[in-house]
């Protein structure tokens, strides 16, 4: 249940968009050299991707949990 209060909910949902894309950009920015290596991996593939470019999305993976 979520509790409404009057001219409290939009704030909050702000705060959090914000936040999120803040966290976002910092992970892109941290994980660059592994988001491309993913990235490169992927190009040209569809259902391949899972098991071709399982290394590189662990990599991936890994350094956005840490941040």
């Known amino acids: 249940k979520v509790l409404v209060l009057k001219g ?3 704030p909050i949902l702000f705060h959090f968009s914000a936040l999120r ?3 976002k950009q910092k992970a892109l ?3 660059d050299v592994l988001c491309s290596k993913y990235a490169e991996c992927a190009r ?3 259902f391949s991707v ?3 470019c399982r290394k ?3 990599e991936l993976n890994n350094c956005l949990h840490q941040l």
């Open 21 to 23: 894309s803040k966290m």
């Open 29 to 31: 920015k941290e994980c």
């Open 50 to 52: 899972v098991w071709t």
């Open 8 to 10: 409290l909910i939009l």
């Open 56 to 58: 590189q999305a662990k």
């Open 44 to 46: 040209g593939r569809t």
